[in-house]
């Protein structure tokens, strides 16, 4: 008799336990295998979520290296439904250990088969018959739906499989409710205006941390460094020649440009642009006012990016001058407020709820609906789709709705915030705006040696996870996929291809740029551009637009959401009294830095830490733990920067890095 030890992990997610009857099999290459053996610890509640447990059985055949398992469950018991993450099985007398990645619902009466690793691809798949049924099933469960149009492709129903468990089920409104309450904020803060700026200030010795903003979010040095270094940083791009509706001459900025003519600046690469037009006429809740502006900035001798310029609406005229440093002190930085509550919008609207929350779900979807478990391309997606189609569920509404966030917050409510985020994707390209290096190309602001924009660390930062992960992707796609005839007859990653990039009217996602030419994906590089384009997009670009909004939501004056009045229409001068009169009151005040504490609340793991574990080839287990040594450099690297930095920039440091879409 030959003894084996099998070792079972039962998943953590809510229901994943189990009191049924659970028989294995075990089998070597050639067809030998053992009898049916029932699993059953006496005394012992086996199968219970997120435990392991350890059996051992005898059997006559022995099987030096168990390549393949089968496991069966019937519906006795209460709770029958069973999710198993891995299993275990050593041969006691070779003292050889097999792994076999479960990582699926055990389905009643079925026979399910598992081959060790449990990767690959389908055309190599020996149940091909079991993996398409499986696949089959899951296309049922995951439906596309456009609920509303021109928005991207949303889930039709949440799966069991991608809702949170019980201490991860929460939504931002209700998250927002218990903060309030707890802390006894709306007591606290009282209701009304606040009277001056250290008024707004004084909460933080108790109630909140102190956003980094505070200190000195009025000066120009601050508003620059937010454009490249904050929540909204790939907005810039190089000058090449003032826009004519930009009411700017050379007399007004003369004194800012350190003796430079504006054609000089231009020529050495100093002046820099944002135009937020895509604003321009977005609906507005109530009676609030965004901007549409447009804003010059000149770095310096010391490398820093400084505003000189700020026009707040597309169309130059008597009534919407061109603001400067030099203006009186109030009306200026009250000018830097009205652009930041067009930045605000611009933010919250496309840069993350629209290009990395919703255009990620429908790839997502399409990734569980065409790729098989077993397939490697899933495996290497699926640690970066955690949780994010519950994230999404759970959340956006509490965002987006009618009566929610945006309407109690934002100047441009939810009706704007939808206009905006239909703009947004429409305009979203993979093989530009998901291809960080080509995004900054086309800007004119790509570069690794410092000579442009030398304080866009957070361009820096980016570009170097970019390659990381492009580096990462590269190898682990050239080693399932070392010939083109292995991804032309691979008929689930040519799937995938099409389901991205077929119309959201014909059923697909609607993506555009996706290199899939003629219908089908020819070679590695396509697939490396678009698993590349994915993870970054999923980790390194939520977290550029995410991990800092406590320190620039968080004192509302420095990121204002709206403003209460209108923009100014001539430089007369303000005072102190002017702004802080126009500043949300203490009510809104609660609201919107409660949002952004949660917001920045980071709830996984950082990235390479994956919070369950697909990857179980040896080969492709070594190309992870190179990734996970090489994001380990970068954050050294990050740190040995810092040190020398009088403002340091942590936000994309590896650690910092959720592996997935976060809120």
Known sequence: MTTYEIKIKTGDRLGSGTNAN????????????????????????????????????????????????????????????????????????????????????????????????????????????QRNAELQEKRTLYEYEERIPGLPVQIKNVPEDEEYSISRKWDIATKILRLRVEKGLDRIFGCGRWETFDDL???????????????????????????????????????TEI??????????????????????????????????????????????VCPA????????????????????????????????????????????????????????????LGCTHLLMEGICIASNRCLSPSHPMFKLLAPHFLYHI????????????????????????????????????????????????????????????????????????????????HGYVTKYVNFYYDTSDKIIGDNEIQTFGQELTKSKSDGGCGILGVPFKNGRFTSAEQLTIVFTSIIFTSTVGHSAVNTAQYDTYGFPPNYPTRLDGAPPKNKSPLTEEDIVKCVVDRETTIEVMSLAVILSEKIKNALGDFEVNYTYDPAAVKIVEEFRKELKDIGQNINQRNEKLERKFEYLHPEEIPNSVSL
């Open 22 to 129: 659970i028989e294995i099999v075990l089998f070597d290459g050639s067809g030998k295998h053992t009898k049916p053996a029932k699993l059953d610890n006496l005394f012992r509640d086996d199968f219970e979520r997120g435990h392991l447990d350890v059996f051992t059985i005898k059997d006559e055949t022995d099987i030096p290296e168990v390549t393949e398992i089968k496991l069966r469950r019937d519906t006795a018991g209460r709770f029958s439904d069973w999710f198993v993450d891995q299993i275990e099985v050593l041969n006691k007398n070779t003292k050889i250990t097999s792994i076999f990645p479960v990582l699926r619902w055990i389905r009643p009466k079925v026979d399910l088969f598992i081959g060790r690793h449990d990767t690959f691809l389908p055309q190599f798949d020996p149940r091909l018959q």
């Open 243 to 288: 826009p004519t509706k930009f009411g700017v001459t050379e007399d007004d900025i003369a004194s800012f440009l350190e003796g430079l003519t504006i054609s000089e600046a231009i020529s050495e690469k100093r002046l820099f642009l944002i135009d937020l037009e895509i604003l321009d006429g977005v609906t507005c809740f109530k009676e609030y």
């Open 390 to 469: 519950a994230v999404n569920d759970h959340s956006l509404s509490s965002l987006i709705d009618a009566g929610g966030i945006f309407d109690t917050t934002m100047a441009i409510g939810h009706a704007g915030a939808l206009e905006l985020i239909i703009k947004g994707v429409r305009k979203w390209r993979m093989n530009v705006d998901g291809i960080y290096p080509e995004l900054l190309k086309s800007k004119g602001v790509y570069c690794k040696d410092g000579s442009i924009l030398p304080t866009f660390y957070q361009r820096d930062d980016m570009l170097t996870l970019y390659e990381a992960i």
């Open 201 to 239: 200030t004084s909460v933080y010795t108790s109630y909140f941390e102190r956003p980094k903003a505070v200190d000195d979010w009025k000066r120009d040095e601050s508003f620059g460094w937010q454009r490249l270094n904050s929540v909204n940083p790939n907005l810039i791009y190089l000058c």
């Open 293 to 352: 502006p447009i804003a010059l900035f000149f770095v310096n001798d010391k490398g820093q990016l400084m505003p000189v310029a700020i026009q707040l609406f597309q169309q130059k005229g008597p009534d919407n001058p061109v603001f400067l440093p030099s203006d009186p002190p109030y009306t200026w930085l009250f000018a830097k407020m009205w652009y930041n509550v067009a930045d605000t919008s611009y933010h919250q609207s496309i840069s993350h």
